[in-house]
C-alpha cells in the first residue's frame, strides 16, 4: 500500500498554529493545487477551530500519523475508545487535551482550545489516466432501438386474436417492438424450437405470451377458446431465475388472460408454500410460471403435476438460469418432459388441434455467453435464431449484437477515487433530484448486501418514519426496507424515499418492496444487488447507478437494462476507480460510447444546495464555503456520526469487509479491470465512513498482494480468489464452480 498521509480525525491542543507550509505530493496537479490553495485559505483564516485544524493537520499530521504498509496508521498508542477491537488507538500525543476519540467543532462540549484534524478527501489521491473524449454535455440521443416499430400499423398486422389486441390497446400497446414482429408470427405458425435474442427492455415476454395465449384461444372453434378450462390441462411452462421475474412475468400473464376467466395460471417460486402451490396445481392450471428449483420439486414430489399435455418450455434469461447454478434442475425439466411423447389430441374433451403437434421449447436471452449455448444444446432441437435487428442477416446468436445496451440509453462513467466515493455518491443523488420530475427513480447497483445494508442505513433518515400511501400492515411490513432519506434530498425534491433489497430479505418483504418502489410517486432510489438486474420491469426508472462495477460485462448490460426500456431515455452512471478499473472504459465504448462526468464537477454541483444532516454531530451542514470543504465537511460528519453508533459502524465494517471480498470475484477475463492488489484499503475504508480498515480482510488481503507481488504473476491470485468467492457471474464449469454457484443461489435467496 502506498504511504499517502492520510490523517485521521482527533483532538489536537490549543497550541498556536503556524502557517501553512506544507507541500503537496502526489494525485493530479489540479488537486494538488486544490490541497494547497484550501489550506492556505485555512491558514489564512485561523477563526474557526475547524479550519485551523485543518491547517495544522496540513503541516503536523502528515509527518506523525501516517498509513503504515498495512493500511494502519502510525503514531497510535492503545487508547480507550477504539471504532473496535482492531481500530486504530487514540493518538499519543500530548495534543491530545480533549481525550475523546471523535472530534468536536465549536467547543460546545467544553473543551475549549480542542482542535481536530480531518483527512483531506482531495489530496493524495491515484492520478486518473483517461483523458475524456466526450463531455456529458456533448451526447446526443440516437433513434431507440427497443421501440415499437413505426412502419407497423399495430399487432393486428401480426395475425394475432383480436380479443387480445382489444386488450393490448387497453394497456396501450397499440405496435409491436420488432423483436415481436418476428417472434410473434414464429411460434403462431410453427411448432420449431426458437432461440430469442434481443436487447434489454425489448418486449420478450410479450413476444413469447401472446402466440401461446393465441394458440390457446384458438381451441375452440369461435376462437375465444371457451371450450377449455382449467382442468383442460398445462399447456405451457416458463421458467425464469428469480422470484421476482417469475412474479413479474406471472403478473403480465394474468394481465393479459383476465377477460377470459376460464383460463387459469399460477407462479411456483421458492420462498413460498409448497403446500398452498400443489393445491393450486391439483385444482388444475393451464399456464405455470415457476422458478427452476421449484419445479424441479414440483416433478418430483407433486403427482397432481401432468406434464402430458404441455406445448411449450419457456427458459426465459437463459444465461442467469445457467450462472445461478440451476443446470441440474433445468435438466429434470427438460428430461421430465422430454419422455411424454406429445401424442394426446384431446384432453378432457377438449380437441387440441389448434396447438403445436410437438413440444416447441424457446430460449430467450438479451446476452450471449457459452452458457447459454450450452442450454440450448441441452434443450433445443433445429431451433430458428430470432433476433431484433432490423436488417437481420445475422442468422445465428453472436456476442457482438448482444453485449450492446439500447442506443438510447445514454452511459456515463465517473472516475471517483476511493476516499470520494461516498461524498459523490451523495453529491450525485442530490443533483439528479434537484430538478423536479426530471429524475424520479433510481437504482443503485452494489456487490453485496452487506454494503447495501450499510449504505441504506445511513441514507435513510430516522427521525421521519411515516410512508406516504401505506397502510398500516404494509408499513410492517415495509419497516426495515422502506424509508425516507435523508442526505440526498434537494429543495425540489424534499422528499425522497429509500428502498432497499436484496436476496437475504425474506420473500414477502422482497415482494412488497419492489411493488413499493415501483408504485411510489414520490422521487424514490432502490438500492439493491444484482438480484433486481435481471428483468425487473418498472418502466419509470430513468437513472441507474452502478456504484460498483458488476461482476461482468454482460450483468453490467442488464443492470443498465433497469432504464430506457420499449424506447424510452434513460441514464446509467458507472463509478470507477482511477487505475486499472479505468481500463473497463474501453469495454463499454464497444457497447455503446460513454461519456464522461467529472467527479469534481459532480461534487460542486451537487453540493451547491444546502447539505441537511438527520444526525447532530459536531460538523455542522453549514461548515464550509467551497465544495471541497462541503464534501470534508460531510465526510467528517459521517465519521462521526459511525462513531456514536456501533450499529451503523458494525454494518459500516461488514459492507466493506463483504465488498473487498466481492471484489475478488469480478469473472476471470475482466479481473484485469479488477485488481484487488491494488485496492487501497484505507481509501475503500473512508468510503464506508471508516477511519481505518477493519482488522481482519485487510492482512489476508496484503499477504496475497505481496504474494503477488513476490511471484510476479496473477494466476495463482487468481486462483485464491476464486475459492473465496462466494457470489454469481461465474462461467466456469468446474465441479467446484458449480458448487459455488449452487451455493450462490442460496445466498441470495433465489431458487
Ligand atoms: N409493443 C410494445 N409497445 C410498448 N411497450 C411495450 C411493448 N412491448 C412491451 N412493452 C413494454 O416494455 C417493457 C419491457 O418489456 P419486457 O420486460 O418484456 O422486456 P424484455 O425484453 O424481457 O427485457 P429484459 O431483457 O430486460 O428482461 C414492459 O414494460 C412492457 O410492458
Given at each position: ?24 505530493t ?6 494538488r ?5 484550501s ?12 479550519d ?10 502528515p ?12 503514531g ?44 483531506r ?17 456533448e ?23 383480436s380479443r ?74 416458463i ?8 412474479r ?21 417460486t421458492?420462498g ?5 402451490e400443489?393445491?393450486?396445481?391439483r ?6 410460471v ?5 419445479l424441479?420439486d ?52 377438449t ?8 413440444r ?29 435487428e ?9 456476442d457482438?449484437a ?58 435513510r ?43 437475504s ?24 444487488t ?22 461482468s ?5 442488464h ?9 424510452r ?31 469534481e ?9 444546502k ?36 450499529k ?7 459492507g ?19 485488481d484487488?492488489?491494488e ?9 464506508f465512513?471508516?477511519?481505518d ?26 486462483a485464491d ?31
Amino acid at each position: 500500500m502506498a504511504d499517502d498521509g492520510m490523517i485521521l480525525n482527533f483532538q489536537l491542543g490549543s497550541a498556536p498554529l503556524k502557517p501553512q507550509t506544507t507541500k503537496f505530493t502526489g494525485g493530479r496537479w489540479r488537486d494538488r493545487k486544490r490541497a494547497e490553495k484550501s489550506a492556505k485559505l485555512a491558514g489564512s483564516q485561523s477563526k474557526t477551530p475547524r479550519d485551523e485544524g485543518d491547517a495544522e493537520a496540513s503541516e503536523r499530521a502528515p509527518k506523525r500519523y501516517k498509513t503504515n504498509d498495512n493500511g494502519e496508521f502510525s503514531g497510535w498508542k492503545p487508547g480507550s475508545q477504539s471504532q473496535g477491537s482492531q481500530g486504530p488507538k487514540k493518538p499519543s500525543t500530548n495534543d491530545n487535551a480533549g481525550g475523546g476519540r471523535s472530534s468536536h467543532r465549536g467547543q460546545s462540549d467544553g473543551n475549549k482550545g480542542s482542535r481536530q484534524v480531518i483527512s483531506r478527501l482531495f489530496s493524495f489521491n491515484p492520478e486518473q489516466k483517461t483523458t475524456v473524449e466526450k463531455e456529458e454535455s456533448e451526447w446526443e440521443a440516437p433513434e431507440a432501438t427497443n421501440a415499437p416499430l413505426s412502419d407497423v400499423a399495430n399487432f393486428g398486422t401480426l395475425a394475432l386474436a383480436s380479443r387480445l389486441v382489444d386488450e393490448l390497446s387497453k394497456m396501450n400497446l397499440e405496435r409491436p417492438t420488432a423483436i415481436q414482429n418476428k417472434v410473434i408470427p414464429h411460434l403462431i405458425s410453427s411448432s420449431g424450437d426458437a432461440f430469442v435474442q434481443a436487447e434489454t427492455g425489448s418486449g420478450k415476454t410479450f413476444s413469447y405470451l401472446l402466440p401461446i395465449l393465441h394458440r390457446v384461444l384458438q381451441l375452440s372453434g369461435k376462437g375465444d377458446g371457451k371450450q377449455i378450462h382449467r382442468d383442460s390441462g398445462l399447456f405451457a411452462i416458463i421458467v425464469a431465475p428469480t422470484r421476482e421475474l417469475a412474479r413479474q412475468t406471472h403478473s403480465v400473464l394474468e394481465q393479459l388472460i383476465r377477460p377470459f376467466p376460464w383460463l387459469v395460471s399460477t407462479s411456483i417460486t421458492g420462498g413460498e408454500s409448497k403446500k398452498a402451490e400443489k393445491a393450486r396445481i391439483r385444482k388444475g392450471v393451464n399456464f405455470l410460471v415457476a422458478t427452476p428449483g421449484r419445479l424441479a420439486d414440483h416433478i418430483d414430489n407433486t403427482k397432481a403435476l401432468n406434464l402430458g399435455t404441455v406445448r411449450w418450455l419457456i427458459l426465459d434469461e437463459g444465461d442467469r438460469l445457467m450462472d445461478l447454478g440451476f443446470e441440474d434442475d433445468l435438466k429434470k425439466a427438460i428430461n421430465a418432459l422430454k419422455r411424454i411423447i406429445v401424442a394426446e389430441k384431446t384432453t378432457n374433451g377438449t380437441l387440441l388441434d389448434s396447438l403445436p403437434d410437438r413440444r416447441v421449447t424457446v430460449l430467450c436471452s438479451a446476452t450471449m455467453k457459452m452458457n447459454v449455448q450450452k442450454l440450448g444444446e441441452m434443450s433445443l432441437a433445429d431451433a430458428t435464431f430470432l433476433a431484433a435487428e432490423k436488417d437481420a442477416d445475422q442468422t445465428a446468436p453472436t456476442d457482438q449484437a448482444v453485449l450492446k445496451a439500447p442506443a438510447q440509453l445514454h452511459q456515463s462513467y465517473i472516475i471517483a477515487p476511493a476516499k470520494l466515493r461516498l461524498v459523490t455518491l451523495i453529491s450525485y443523488l442530490k443533483l439528479a433530484f434537484s430538478r423536479r420530475g426530471r429524475t424520479m427513480k433510481v437504482i443503485i447497483f452494489h456487490s453485496c448486501a452487506d454494503s447495501v445494508d450499510f449504505h441504506y442505513e445511513l441514507l435513510r433518515d430516522p427521525a421521519k418514519k411515516d410512508l406516504p400511501d401505506t397502510s398500516a400492515k404494509e408499513a410492517e411490513v415495509l419497516s426495515r426496507t422502506v424509508s425516507k432519506a435523508a442526505y440526498i434530498t434537494s429543495p425540489a425534491s424534499p422528499e425522497v424515499i429509500l428502498h432497499r433489497m436484496h436476496g437475504s430479505l425474506s420473500q414477502p418483504v422482497r415482494t412488497a418492496t419492489i411493488k413499493a418502489f415501483a408504485a411510489s410517486r414520490l422521487p424514490s432510489v432502490l438500492i439493491t444487488t444484482d438480484v433486481s438486474s435481471r428483468g425487473l420491469d418498472i418502466p419509470s426508472v430513468d437513472l441507474v447507478i452502478e456504484y460498483d462495477p458488476a461482476f461482468s460485462f454482460s450483468d453490467h448490460i442488464h443492470r443498465v437494462g433497469r432504464t430506457a426500456r420499449a424506447g424510452r431515455p434513460g441514464d446509467a452512471a458507472l463509478f470507477l476507480l482511477p487505475g486499472t478499473e479505468e481500463g473497463y472504459i474501453e469495454l463499454l465504448k464497444a457497447s455503446t460510447p460513454p461519456t464522461a462526468q467529472s467527479c469534481e464537477s459532480v461534487l460542486e454541483k451537487g453540493l451547491l444546495s444546502k447539505l441537511e444532516f438527520p444526525i447532530e454531530t459536531t460538523a455542522k451542514p453549514e461548515d464550509g464555503k467551497t465544495y471541497h470543504e462541503k464534501a470534508e465537511t460531510l465526510q467528517l460528519h459521517i465519521e462521526q456520526r459511525l462513531l456514536g453508533d456501533s450499529k451503523q459502524l458494525e454494518l459500516a465494517r461488514n459492507g466493506f469487509k463483504s465488498h473487498i471480498r466481492a471484489y475478488a470475484t469480478h469473472i476471470k477475463e475482466e479481473r484485469v479491470h479488477f485488481d484487488i492488489s491494488e485496492l487501497h484499503l484505507g481509501h475503500v475504508a473512508k468510503s464506508f465512513g471508516l477511519r481505518d480498515p477493519p482488522g481482519g480482510i485487510g492482512a489476508g488481503i496484503e499477504r496475497k498482494a505481496k504474494k503477488k507481488g513476490a511471484k510476479g504473476a496473477k494466476g495463482k491470485y487468481t486462483a485464491d480468489a476464486e475459492e473465496d468467492s462466494s457470489r454469481p457471474g461465474r462461467d466456469l464449469f468446474t465441479e467446484k464452480s458449480k458448487y459455488l454457484m449452487k451455493a450462490t443461489a442460496d445466498e441470495f435467496n433465489i431458487g
